[in-house]
Each structure stands twice: as C-alpha cells, then as structure tokens.
C-alpha cells in the first residue's frame, strides 16, 4: 500500500508463532448461532475508467450501474478485442477503503461520526471476510479430497482496530496475471454478462430485454467499479466493510445517494448445468460462495447467468441471497452458514489476541532498547503480521 496505516510498515512483518487449528463444520453448530447485523450502507466511491478514484459528491457514484434483463442467446464474446484491463500487478491494498473512510469521517465531522469509529474493531474489504468465512469449508474440501484454496494476509492492529488486506508479494502478483491471461476469455463472458445487464440509469423496460448489440452493449472496462462501504457486527465484532456492488435493481432510486443495500444486485456466470454432479457442485462450491460474498455486504440478490462453453448465454436464474442456505438443506452436500459465521468470529478473536500479545512483548523489547538508548521509538515501524491459513493443515497461523 502507498497510503494508509499498512504503509508505514512495509518491510516490518512478524509471523505469530502460534495457530489456530480449523475444526470441522459441525463442531461450530453446538454453541448456538452467532449474530451478524444487517449491513448499513454508510456510503460508496468509485472508480473511473482511467483507475482514478472518486470521492468526492459530484462522481463518487459515477460507475453505479442499474440492472435490466439481458437477451438470452446474447454472445459474451462479443467486444472482447476492445475490452480494457485493469493493471493487475498494483497492489492497491486497502487504499481505497480507508480514505474513502477518511473523506467520509470529515464530511460527517461530530460526535455521532467519532462514537461510530471509535467502536470499530475491523476494517477491510469484503473479499477479506469471504475468506475468512469459506476457511471452515476449504479445509472440509482438503478432508474430503477435494481441491481447496489458501490464502495470505496482513494484519495489523491500531487503537484496537483490525486492518485486514491481501498479501500480493511480487511473485503472486507475477503468477496472478498470468492465470488471468491464460483464463482472459472465460473472465470475459463475466465482464460482458455485466455489460448485458447494466445501464448508467433506471430503465423503465428492465423486464423487457435491451436489444441485441451493440446498441444496448458498452465494452467492459475492468477499471470501472462502483463500491459501497457498510457498517455491519459480525459476533460482536463491528465492522467497515468495502466491497465492489455490480449493479442496483432496476427500480432502485435514480439519485444514488437514496440507494441502500437492499437494492445491490451480484451478477455470476456459470457454465450451463448438463449433469447431476455439475448441480451438486454447484449447489456445493458456488452457492456457498455467492451466499457467503453477497451476505457479508447485505446484497438480497444474486442473478447467474448460464452460459455454453462457447460463450452463449442460455439462461438466467435469480436467487434471494438469505433463501440460499434453504435450497442445499438436508442434502448430502448441504452447508450451514452459521459455521461460516462461528468460525469467522473464532478468527477473527484469534487475530485480535494473537497481534495484541506480540505487540505486548515488542512494546517491552522496545523499553528495553530505549532503555539502552539503542532505537529511537518515535522512529520505530507499525508491525504488520503476515496471516496464512493452509487448508491442508486446518491452520491459520
Ligand atoms: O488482490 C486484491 N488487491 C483485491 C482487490 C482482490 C479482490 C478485490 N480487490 C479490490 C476490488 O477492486 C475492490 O476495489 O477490493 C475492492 C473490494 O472488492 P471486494 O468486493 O472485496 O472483492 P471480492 O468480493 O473478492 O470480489 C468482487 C469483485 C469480483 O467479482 P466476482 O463476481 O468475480 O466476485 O471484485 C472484482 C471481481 O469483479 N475483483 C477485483 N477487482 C479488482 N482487483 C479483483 C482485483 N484483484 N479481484 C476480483
Ligand atoms: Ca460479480
């Protein structure tokens, strides 16, 4: 990060020794549910079309999109050659979030703004909690031989605030971009089932398909984001949470400053569904997945465009995020997302303690130096923590 309390420590990790074992799903169902509040939207920024973020009143909602129905049998590869790519190999850390936080702190400038912060216990993006909330099922994947994905972070802690953003040495970044590039077309067909669905405003035909392109297409630009930041409590942890909102309903206000979570809509391609196993995994890898990403923001609706291998758009399902969790109960491959939710607030106590107890024998080793006039403490760096969790192990550590 170029900014923001994570910069001051580049070059500054610390490992905590110690881990936390990940237990199996059904032992986070026994001590009873763990309370998640609705998310607030608090407020949203943009990105342009250059990367360029914007805050202030005028374009901080420029990239809000509004849903309308896209023709089915639409072509996904179309516009592929003009499409433009956001640079994957910046690191923007958590940059974003927090001076939109900071703008919005002075705007809001008063006491009512300062208890709000004050309480705050963790601040990051909601990608950031997907992980911590899918950890519970990656490693029942490992268990169950199927594939699972780990992950990196850093973690810092300041006047009690947990900073969480995305570890991306160069070497990830470097291995990142590649993937993207061998995998630039089926990213596409997900750019490009957005373009078929947004407009820059309201429309009053939303039910009726736009026409075919280009007339109704606008060429992907992976810059262009439209964020919200919601206030929400995940066990007792409140938090500030950024995450990118596709498009609002099509009968969403038309003064953005109106619009609140229960107008956020997350768009998904998938291939079509040909077997009974493709619907199991569907039901078992990407519901979890949608269900967990849309409910940490309070988005109430996720609509999946399926798609042939050829990229053709064949159909159209829409799913009520908080319904999901009903359609893969009592299944042998359901999951419950109160897991999700218990052994989220298990890491994210555990992050808490953990960086608390290092930070309470740096500050002691610090006294020492000091004491022997060895360091300048005004001088010395925010530690940052380097957090992995290896799915195969059931450690985050
Ligand atoms: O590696 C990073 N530094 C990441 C940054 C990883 C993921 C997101 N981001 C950025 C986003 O650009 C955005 O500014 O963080 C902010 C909030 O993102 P989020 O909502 O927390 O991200 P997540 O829930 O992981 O993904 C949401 C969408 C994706 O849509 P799908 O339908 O695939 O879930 O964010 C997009 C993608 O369209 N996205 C990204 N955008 C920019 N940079 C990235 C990325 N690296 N990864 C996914
Ligand atoms: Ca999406």
């Known amino acids: 990060p170029s900014s ?32 998640f509040q609705l998310p607030f939207h608090l407020t949203s920024f943009s990105y342009s079309p ?24 639409s072509d996904l590869n ?30 809001n400038a008063g006491p009512a703004a300062d208890d709000l912060l004050s309480k705050i216990s963790v601040i990051t993006w909601r990608g950031m909690l997907t992980k911590l909330m899918l ?4 490693a029942d994947n490992v268990a169950n031989g199927r594939r699972a994905d780990g992950w990196e972070m850093n973690a810092m802690v300041v006047d009690g605030c947990l900073y969480l953003e995305e570890s991306n040495p160069p070497a990830k970044l470097t291995a990142k971009s590649a993937s993207e590039l061998s995998n630039a077309l089926p990213s596409y067909y997900g750019y490009s089932f957005e373009s078929y669905c947004t407009t820059a405003g309201p429309s009053s035909s939303a039910t009726s398909p736009a026409p075919a392109p280009p007339h109704s297409f606008h060429v992907p630009n992976t810059n262009v984001q439209w964020c919200s930041v919601v206030k929400t409590n995940l066990g007792g942890f409140r938090a500030l949470v950024g995450g990118e909102v596709d498009c609002v309903r099509s009968d969403a206000p038309a003064d953005a400053r109106k619009v609140g979570t229960k107008d956020f809509v997350e768009l998904k391609t998938n291939l079509v569904i040909q077997s009974q196993r493709d619907e199991v995994n569907f039901e078992r890898l990407k519901l979890l997945k949608h269900y967990v990403q849309s409910f940490l923001l ?3 609706r996720i609509t999946v465009g399926f798609r042939t291998r050829a990229g053709e758009l064949a159909a159209l399902q829409h799913f009520n995020t908080l319904e999901i969790p009903r359609l893969v109960r009592g299944k042998p491959h359901a999951w419950d997302p109160a897991a999700c939710l218990a052994s989220a607030k298990e890491l994210l106590a555990f992050l808490h303690a953990q960086i608390k107890a290092h930070e309470a024998t740096q500050r002691a080793e610090a006294a020492l130096a000091d004491a022997c006039d060895l360091e300048d403490a005004g001088m010395r760096e925010w530690p940052v923590f380097r957090v992995s969790f290896d799915p195969a192990k059931r450690l985050v550590s």
Do not use: M, N
């Not at 610390?14 to 986070?28: C, D, E, F, H, V």
């Not at 009143?57 to 420029?62: F, N």
């Open 50 to 73: 250059s990367r360029e973020l914007l805050l202030d009143d005028a374009r901080k909602d420029e990239a809000l999109a509004y849903y309308r129905e896209p023709p089915l049998g």
């Open 135 to 138: 950890a519970v099922y990656e």
């Open 4 to 35: 923001g309390p994570a910069a001051a420590a580049a070059g500054a990790e610390r490992t905590p020794p110690a881990g936390l074992s990940i237990r199996p799903p059904a032992q986070y169902l026994s001590a009873g549910p763990t309370p």
């Open 78 to 107: 179309y516009g592929f050659e003009q499409a433009v790519w956001r640079d994957g190999s910046v690191d923007e850390g958590l940059d974003a979030l927090l001076e939109t936080l900071s703008s919005w702190a002075r705007k």
């Open 298 to 300: 309070g988005v109430p």
